[in-house]
């Protein structure tokens, strides 16, 4: 077995939309000491897609560099599966469980292969760092420094930790840099924590975190969902069994559940809606089996570690007994789970401006998984025959979009007319502003802001230039896209 520390930088900050601009990682052994080269990569934007200017800004790679230093993502996603997924892989990130792994599944997507296979075949896995720096903090803060942000409340951002711990991290939003920065970072808390650091290793498997989650037993729990005033962590309990997805919906036993135990399954909703959006609290949130959720026995907490989370074991015992004694506030919340979210059934309509995003619509068939494996290896020429084949319709609108995206060249003359309308659609209809007069729009006020320095302005430059190039059908200026509404 061997660790992967990876990370990206991203043309924007939705998985669905936007493409991944730098893939760098490290893999090491299990004493954390690096194995070989890193991997820097970048990755050729393609020019249906114009970047977010605010997050190019914050790492500083322009579609230009993807283009001149690049590899597709056809080439990029083959490397990942054959080369970086390799037998008994654990690909280890910082915060990768809610964000690089959600834009690795959908390139995978749009590049025909399987969106999951990467971080379980062949005995490979995945772990969150992030959540190991939270519940080291919260737990067994000893070793490290542990920094503040400017409103004096406890942080884990990455850049804060390294500097405070005198960690290497020059160039943070940099992939490599901040690859290097989470390696030191890991290297120091199992120096410092490694009996912490080896319980939440061995229990990152979804099979062991829900056999202990589903004892019923009280728990400590970490996550980003909680209070940093606590560090990000509570005392919970498993109410119920989630009904759309391998978790468990946990209550926060600081929470009195008196006042909630009466509610209908509407009235737990819009409450629960209100906390996703105004940040009113509401104490049960879902704990996904498959996402290394940092979970501990009741044993891990002492007198000490209690006064500093402020937790008050009599009033967690108090509200664990009423929970206990009202079996019908775990079903109103299973009702209330199951009206929050149910997954899209859309997929019998594959609309080809959207099938990018349409990863979770629905499974693939498996005759379609041999079909993908062989478009894979065809060679350019031949994919426009491979379609009929297909039977899941996504999969038969993202065909001429893989063929246009990795090998423009290969289009003949009516593929190359469609993928102009594809990309005229794309970027300049819509309702309201096009993405292209948004685009322009963000530069223009980019450039005017007086934060903005040199070295951002050259970027910007670089942006409307870029922009300029792939807007089909010539150069548009700002007024002209907004004319074109």
Not at 396 to 409: Q, V
Request: hydrophobic share 35%; net charge negative; glycine share 4%.
């Amino acid at each position: 077995m061997t660790f992967y520390f990876y990370d990206l930088e991203t043309s924007g900050f939705s998985a669905r939309h936007a493409r991944i601009m730098q893939f760098a990682g490290q893999r090491t052994d299990l004493d954390l000491k690096p194995i070989g080269q890193p991997d820097n990569i970048y990755i050729k934007m393609t020019p249906d897609v114009l970047p977010d200017p605010d997050a190019v800004l914050v790492h500083g790679i322009t579609p230009q560099k993807t283009l001149k230093h690049g590899v597709t993502e056809a080439q990029f996603c083959q490397y990942l599966t054959s080369q970086v997924c390799t037998d008994g892989t654990v690909m280890v990130g910082f915060n990768n469980l809610r964000f690089d792994d959600e834009f690795i599944r959908f390139t995978l997507w749009r590049n025909f292969h399987d969106a999951y296979e990467w971080h379980w075949k062949n005995d490979c896995s995945r772990w969150d760092i992030l959540d190991v720096v939270r519940m080291t903090r919260a737990l067994r803060p000893e070793g490290l420094e542990w920094p503040v942000d400017s409103n004096g409340k406890a942080s884990n951002r990455l850049e804060l930790l390294s500097k405070i711990n005198g960690l290497n991290h020059s160039n943070s939003h940099d992939a490599l840099s901040d690859v290097e920065a989470v390696l030191a970072l890991a290297q120091l808390v199992k120096l410092a924590q490694p009996k912490l650091f080896d319980y939440l290793l061995n229990i990152r498997d979804k099979k062991k975190v829900k056999a202990l989650v589903t004892k019923g037993d009280p728990l400590v729990y970490t996550s980003g969902r909680y209070s940093s005033e606590y560090y990000k962590t509570t005392v919970a309990v498993m109410l119920a069994e989630h009904p759309d997805k391998d978790a468990a919906l946990m209550y926060d036993l600081r929470e009195d559940p008196e006042k909630f135990l009466n509610l209908s399954p509407e009235e737990l909703v819009k409450l629960w809606t209100a906390w996703d959006e105004d940040d009113d609290y509401f104490p049960v949130k879902a704990l996904s089996y498959n996402r290394c959720p940092a979970v501990a026995p009741l044993d891990a907490l002492d007198k000490k570690t209690e006064e500093r989370l402020k937790l008050d074991m009599s009033v967690i015992h108090a509200n664990l007994d009423k929970l206990s004694n009202n079996k019908k506030f775990a079903g109103s919340i299973v009702s209330a789970a199951a009206r929050l979210k149910r997954p899209s059934q859309s997929s019998l309509v594959a609309d080809e401006q959207k099938v990018d995003g349409q990863l979770y619509d629905d499974f693939i068939p498996d005759s379609d998984k041999t079909r993908m494996s062989a478009l894979r290896s065809a060679e350019p020429e031949e994919l426009s025959n491979l379609g009929p084949d297909l039977t899941d319709e996504r999969l038969k609108a993202l065909l001429p979009l893989y063929k246009a995206r990795n090998f423009p060249k290969s289009l003949t003359g009516d593929e190359k007319k469609h993928w102009d309308g594809f990309r005229y659609r794309r970027l300049l209809s819509g309702d309201g502003q096009s993405r292209a007069a948004r685009y322009f729009r963000r530069i223009e006020q980019l450039m005017g802001s007086a934060s903005t320095n040199d070295k951002q302005r050259f970027i910007l430059e670089d942006l409307n230039q870029y922009g300029d190039s792939v807007i089909p059908g010539g150069v548009l200026d700002v007024s002209q896209h907004a004319a074109a509404q």
